[in-house]
Each structure stands twice: as C-alpha cells, then as structure tokens.
DNA sequence: TCAGCTAAATCCAATTGATGGATGAAGTCA
DNA sequence: TGACTTCATCCATCAATTGGATTTAGCTGA
C-alpha cells in the first residue's frame, strides 16, 4: 500500500531533489536550480543552506553577471560523504572506497578461492573493507556504510542470496545481515546488473538521467532498470532478469529448464565451448585456449583478447553469441520503451565493439520506437568496476536520492 | 529532471492517498487507513472530513465493536465523480459512461467505415459521447472529463496516435487536441493496452494492487505494464509494446521489418491464414470461415466459437499462436519481476481458457521467479469492455491518483 | 562618479498541513 | 453501575513552503 506523506519528508524529499540536480547538473546557482525543480527562490536558498552546512555542497565562484548581480555556483562537494561497496564474484571480491562525487579512493581486490564458505568470505571481505576505510583516513561519521553486488538472485525481504548459479554451495545465504554484524555499518544489498545500474545513475549524471536499460555482462548476463530514475526492483527484488528472455532456440536447455532462454548462449563457458565445436581444437590452439573447465576464467580472457585482436573464428563466436543478446536487448527496450542501452561488466571487455555493434543492429533496425528516435547503444561510464562503485552507490543513493528507502538490515 | 514538492501538493498527496485506500479496500474504518497509510489518526481524520465534504466518499455502517467505541466504515461514493471513456478501434468505436466505483452506466457502440476519415469519426464519437452524458443526467460538475483508448503507438507530447498498423490513413492524427475542441472537456489520451490497465488498476481493487502485466488482445497484441501502482509510460508513451518481443523465428516478416517479433504471428489474420494453410479449404469451410479479408472481424469471431467448443483444428492453430505468446509473457514476466498477469481484450472472448493454459505453462515452468512464488495468470476483472472503461479511468486515475499527473491538452 | 537599473539572495509574516497529547463519544464487560 | 477500551476529534505546536519586501552586488550611461 502506498504511503502518506508528512513535512519532515518533505523537507528530506527536497533536500534530496536539490541534491541530485546540484551532483547532476555539475556547478549551478540557486536561480536556476529554483527554475529546474520548480521550487521558489527562497526554498532553494533554505535547502541550500542546510545543504552547505550539512557539508555537502560548497560554492565554487560565480557566474558571469547577466545584468545583476552574479550567481553564485554550487558544486557537490567530495568529501561530503563516502560509502564502501563490495562486488562478489565466484573467484573475486572487489572492494571501493567513493566519495560523493563518484570517485574511486581506494580499491582492493580479494582472490576467492572455488568453492568457499560464506561465513569465511564474509569475515575475510568485511575485514579488509574496514581495513580500506581506516587507512583512507575518512572521517568515520561521513562512511555512510557497506554496499553489496552479488551475482544471481536475491531474497528482498530477508537480504539473503538465493542458491546464485556461479555460487556452489551459496543456498539461502543471509549477506546483509552477515555483513551489518561483521562491519556494524548500514549494509545494502542488491543483485550486480541493478547495483551497476544504480551506479550508472549515480555517477553519470545527466548522461544517465531518465530511463535506461543497463546489460550487465558478468560471469553471467543480467540486467537493471532504471525507469524515471528510479531503479525497478521487482516483487521479489530479482527485475532484470536478462537471461531468460526469449531468442531464437537452439538445443540448449537453460538452468531454469526453459530451451528457448538467451542465458545458455551467452555465458563465456558456452561461448568457449563454441569455438571448440564450431572451430576445432585447432583454432582453439591457436588462441591459446585450455578448454579446461577449472581455468574458465582465464580462457575466456583469452578468448576475448583473441576477438579484440581480430581473430575470425574468436569474433565469429562473439558475434553470435552477441546477436542473441541483441535480440533480447530488442525485446526489452521495446517493452520498456527506453531510449538507452547501457553496456558493462568486467565480461565485455575486449568485445564492446561487437556486442556494441549487434545491439546496436538489433535494437535500432528494427524496433518501432526507432520510428520516433535512435536508440543510444553505450558503454558504462564507470567501466570495469561499475560492480563494486554500483554498490557503494547504493549506499550514498539510498542514502540521498528523492523517493527511495535503502534495503538494508532493519536491525542495523 | 525531479521535481520538488510543497505543502498544498502534499495535501493533495495524501487525499488521493486515502481515497484510493478507501476505493481499493472497500468499506474501511479511519482507524484502519491510519494504520495503512501510516498516516496519524487525526490526519486520516481530516483528510476524510475533505473527502466528505467534497462528495467523495460516504460513510456507511459501522464495524461491529471489538471492545469500545464501534468503527464507522468509509467506502467511495459512486456518484461522487464521473467520466467519459471511448476506446477506437478500426470498426467501431465503444463510448461508456463510468462512475467513479468503477461502474459503467450506460454505453454506446458506434461502427465505423473502414476506412474512416478522422475529423468524422471524432465529431461522430464527440457528439454521441455527450449525449451518453446528457441523457444520463449525471451532475457536469461532476463530470470530469474523457479518456481515449487508440490502438498502435501514441506521441505521448503531442497527443496524437502515430501511423497505427489498424487505421490507415491515420498519420500523426492529433486526437487529444481534436477531442479537446469537439467536448470542451479535460481529455486524456493513452494506447489501448495501457489505458485497459489503468483500468484494471483503478476497478481492480486489492485484486489488481502493487504490480502486473496486462495482456491486451484487441485487433493487435500489446500490454499494458503497472509497477508499485503506477503505469509505465515510457521515454515515448509507447511502454508495453509486445508484439516485438522476440519468439521462435519464423519465416514471417513483422511490419516493423524485423522476422523473430511475436505480433506477426497472434493477429487475428495470422491465426486464421495458419487455419487455411495447415488445415485447408476443407476445416476452413466446416468452421464457417469466408477467408475473405474484408470480413475478417467476422472470421475471427467464428474462428473463436469454434475453438471454444472445441473444434481441434481451430483449437490448433489458437494454441500454436497461444504458446508463443506463453513465450514472450514469460521473458517480460523475468525481466519486470511482476508476479501476476492479466488477460484481456474483446480479441480473447473465447478463447481465454487456451491462452491462460499456455501463459501459464510458460511462465510457472520454467521462470526463476517460480522458485520464490509462482505467478498468477488472470482474465480481466472487467470484461469485454476493458478498453473503454480503461479510457475512463484514465480520467478518474489522472484525477485521484497519487504520484501521477493526467496527459492532457494543455489548454483545456 | 553617481544615480538608475537589474538580478541574486535573503528576511519576514502568513499559510498550510501534520503531530502529540488531551478530551469527548460510544460500547463492552463484570 | 462503574471501570475499561476503542474510536474520533479538539487544541496548541511545529515544520516547511510561499509571496512580497528588502538587502546585496554588479552593470550602465550621463
């Protein structure tokens, strides 16, 4: 049931509105902040006072006059508050140290060992994010707290992970709790292509502002939602769900037991295990491919390096595995009608162009709203890490943005 | 960009707030929407008061005791408001009159020439529908405007439908400005799949709250997608297009050029020609069909007896169409996370117990979120009229709903 | 150089709507 | 009949926005 509404909210909802428009907007006077919101003048100078002294923003000169006197500007301000953010993944955890303004102070990288146990990754990963914060030397009351991408489904109501194919052994796992009792910090937690996605709103500003659909291409293929600025969770938290969609069916049976899924044909394994079937071992030699299940990860480094260099039969199997993605891609953006495809993840590295290219095909040959625009096909701004700074953003978003309650441990 | 807030429009928040509570769950006490709304009782207080005082709603009975004083239940006053709905369509047009439970009061089919010469058809539709309001002797105080349901896409800024594949000839027509001048009334203007779930929405009560995919089978397929309660519109007014969600190719080429998308193969010509072609002149002349294209409404319908009182061949050829659209329901379903579906649209009469069966085949077997819940498959709360009676509620939503401002001409 | 003008930002009183605590109203139960 | 509950409202208070007046700061032209 939607909820009423009373002033102390208000006062927050505007604070927030004029927050964003002043991080998004880069350097901007009151004036014309008044204008975008739709705000009086002296609401703005109110909530632009609590800003300032809250720490958050700061005036950064003046604009030239425009016959009066001049407008002052105002910029967010870095240091006006940082939060950690954490991505797992099977064989490594990430972890961020961000400011407010979206950069990266410090990071971190934590192999993982396959298969692990929670309860060791959690305390290992929580101790060294702790570590991070302490040697930044940020001011303790500014960490906001701990944000958490991890792959595959989640439970919202309980924050708990649910059996994530990439994660042996990881049934029902309960992360938010695990990590508000491991670091004593607010905790969020959120599937990686929404946490990505959410981090693409977060430091993109208006380049990512209205709505777009966010291709997440980690160990397997997701995506997040961003509707109006606003991320779509789902009822279940799980929105997003790429790979299930409907392509051109092949022989393949998907985990959910569907043939007719994009998943199964888009993940490295079976894009390796095409170039092995279409190719032969020969040209699997030539790359430089193992084709041993246990070193997944590095063939497919392998492999996307052998496409980025232009290697015919890498590209061809890239390729196709792209335009299903394309074809799915289509679907969606004609059913969400957004004017913006968004493409990241550590996984699409070396392969953007064609990924880029066959989405870009796909979506704007053929769907009906090219009719009315293009549709922009591009990459994250964040790049490789948009895992882990979309989870610190989920923290300073739920934190700050107009309209959205953090999920986090009720307890904490 | 975001918008700030002020006092009056809290207010104005928070009515709306309480009267859908009061329109959604039926005959409630103030105590009760307090606890709902997480509003305080002396605000419910008020808030009703307003409500009352504006003919919104009555108070009706009391709640037996459960200990002191009894509850005196509120429920929406019927006569409270009113409004005009008019769903196009390529051979008639249905104009209803709707209060504000939901109720149609009276209505009027109007058939119309194809093809149709739009200034006609709007003056036509124009005068009947305010007749419809005259003859009914509803209060035009309280009469609050009129919505329209046009199928194909719509140019959400400008109000007006774009080339639709159903009504030739009618390019970038300006229906919501026409209509404006025909009625002198506030008009609202959507596509028919979004306009059937506003409806939904607003009629459905508990039945129809949070979120759901609305499947609409009129002369086309298209949905209809409400998320937390409110529709999705789209960068273009064009959110829930579903005919080009990608299904098993075929060798048939979509109007939008592409060759995988649903729509070519669930069109009310595409399932009859399948009839003609797989089971030939013969099944085609037992059923009744002319195969005539200019009598196709007729075919169609006799296609549907048919197959509702079980002719195998008919049923066939629905159940293959069916099965399809099963497909894309189930890659829409994963990728929004709404854990129920709803069916409607005059294009179903008959055949609703075949496309149930399939959707939920594809969706309840084989989609992730099966593992949490499964996902309700459900027909229309409203019926055959769920076009026209969701044009009225476009008005009667865009009226009292929170969060949700109407797409209207903006000089009426 | 100074008065006149313009635009930005702020001060002040008024208004609106929600809140918490106290009070009244209506019933139940022993 | 009296004690207790629950519902609903009254009253003073508080928080936030608004509109108009005022101050601050820079531009312009005689």
Redesign the pocket.
């Known amino acids: 049931m939607l909820g009423?509404t009373?002033?102390?909210r208000?006062?927050g909802y505007?604070q927030a509105v004029v927050l964003d428009a002043i991080r998004t907007r880069g350097p901007i006077?009151?004036?014309e902040l008044a204008a975008l919101s739709g705000?009086?003048?002296?609401?703005v100078?109110?909530?632009?006072?609590k800003l300032l002294d809250a720490g958050l923003v700061t005036e950064t000169g003046q604009a030239p006059?425009?016959?009066?006197?001049?407008?002052?500007l105002l910029a967010p301000r870095p240091d006006g508050a940082y939060a950690l953010g954490v991505h797992l993944d099977p064989d490594a955890a990430v972890i961020v140290l961000v400011n407010l303004a979206g950069e990266v102070l410090t990071s971190r990288r934590l192999r993982l060992s396959v298969p692990s146990e929670p309860a060791d990754v959690v305390d290992r990963v929580a101790r060294a994010a702790l570590r991070l914060a302490e040697r930044s030397a940020v001011d303790p009351g500014r960490l906001l707290g701990l944000g958490i991408a991890a792959p595959g489904p989640i439970d919202g109501s309980s924050g708990a992970v649910v059996s994530p194919p990439n994660l042996p052994g990881w049934d029902r796992v309960p992360l938010l709790k695990m990590f508000a009792e491991a670091t004593d910090m607010p905790v969020a937690l959120d599937n990686d292509a929404t946490a990505a996605a959410i981090g693409e709103r977060w430091i993109g500003g208006e380049a990512r502002a209205g709505s777009f659909l966010f291709i997440y291409l980690g160990t397997g293929i997701g995506a997040g939602i961003v509707l109006n600025n606003t991320v779509l969770h789902g009822d279940s938290g799980n929105a997003g769900e790429f790979g299930h969609l409907a392509v051109e069916p092949g022989d393949r049976v998907c985990h959910c037991g569907g043939t007719g899924c994009l998943g199964p044909y888009c993940s490295p394994a079976a894009i390796i295990d095409d170039l092995l079937r279409l190719h032969g071992r020969a040209a699997a030699d030539r790359i430089g491919l193992t084709g041993d299940p246990a070193s997944l990860h590095g063939d497919w480094k392998v492999l996307r390096r052998a496409a980025r260099t232009g290697d015919e039969d890498a590209c061809d199997v890239v390729r196709s595995a792209a335009r299903r993605i394309g074809q799915a891609a289509r679907g969606a953006v004609s059913l969400l009608d957004v004017s913006r495809v968004v493409l990241g993840g550590e996984g699409l590295r070396g392969i953007e162009p064609i990924v880029r290219e066959e989405i870009d095909t796909a979506v704007n040959s053929t769907s009906v709203a090219r009719a009315i625009r293009p549709i922009a096909i591009e990459q994250s701004v964040i790049g490789d890490t948009v895992g882990a700074v979309g989870a610190a953003s989920l923290v300073l978003h739920g934190n700050y943005t107009p309209g959205w309650r953090m999920l986090t441990d009720p307890s904490g």
């Open positions: 009423g009373n002033l102390p208000v006062g505007n006077s009151r004036v705000l009086t003048n002296q609401t100078s109110n909530v632009v006072r006059s425009s016959g009066g006197k001049r407008r002052t």
